[in-house]
C-alpha cells in the first residue's frame, strides 16, 4: 500500500522558518517524483515545488523560488521542504504528492494535480504577520 505521510507543520511568525517531511512507503522511491502543493482556505491547490528522484532535479512555482528548497534522503524514503523567510501568503495547508515525473505542464509551467497519483493527507502551515 502507498503511503505519503507529512509532518513538520505549525504555527510560525512571518519571516520564520519550517521544515515539511514526507515519509513514503509502498513504492521505489527512486523511480517516483514527489511534489508539494498546498491549498489555502477559499483557494485552488496549487504545486508548490517538485523533485524527479530519477535525476536529481527540482522546480519551484516563482512565489517560493528563493525562499524554499526541496530535497531528498533516499535511505529513509523521506522528501524534505525546507521553507524560510515565511509570509502570511504561505499559510495552508501542504500536501505530499507522488507520481511517475513530476506533475507540471512543462509548456506552460503550472502544476498539474490530476497528473497525480498519490496523495497524502496534508499538514497545516501558519504564517502570523
Known amino acids: 500500500e502507498v503511503q505519503l505521510v507529512e509532518s513538520g507543520g505549525g504555527l510560525v511568525q512571518a519571516g520564520g522558518s519550517l521544515r515539511l517531511s514526507c515519509a513514503a512507503s509502498?513504492?521505489?522511491?527512486?523511480?517516483?517524483?514527489i511534489a508539494w502543493f498546498r491549498q489555502a482556505p477559499g483557494k485552488e491547490r496549487e504545486g508548490v515545488s517538485c523533485?524527479?528522484?530519477?535525476?536529481?532535479?527540482?522546480y519551484y512555482t516563482n512565489s517560493v523560488k528563493g525562499r524554499f528548497t526541496i530535497s531528498s534522503e533516499n535511505a529513509k524514503n523521506t522528501v524534505y521542504l525546507q521553507m524560510n523567510s515565511l509570509k502570511p501568503e504561505d499559510t495552508a495547508v501542504y500536501y505530499c504528492?507522488?507520481?511517475?515525473?513530476?506533475?507540471?505542464?512543462?509548456?506552460?509551467?503550472?502544476?498539474?494535480?490530476?497528473?497525480?497519483?498519490?496523495w497524502g493527507k496534508g499538514t497545516l502551515v501558519t504564517v502570523s504577520s
Open positions: 523533485f524527479s528522484s530519477s535525476d536529481g532535479t527540482t
Open positions: 509502498g513504492f521505489t522511491f527512486g523511480n517516483v517524483a
Open positions: 504528492a507522488a507520481a511517475l515525473r513530476c506533475p507540471i505542464n512543462w509548456a506552460s509551467l503550472k502544476f498539474i494535480a490530476t497528473m497525480v497519483d498519490y
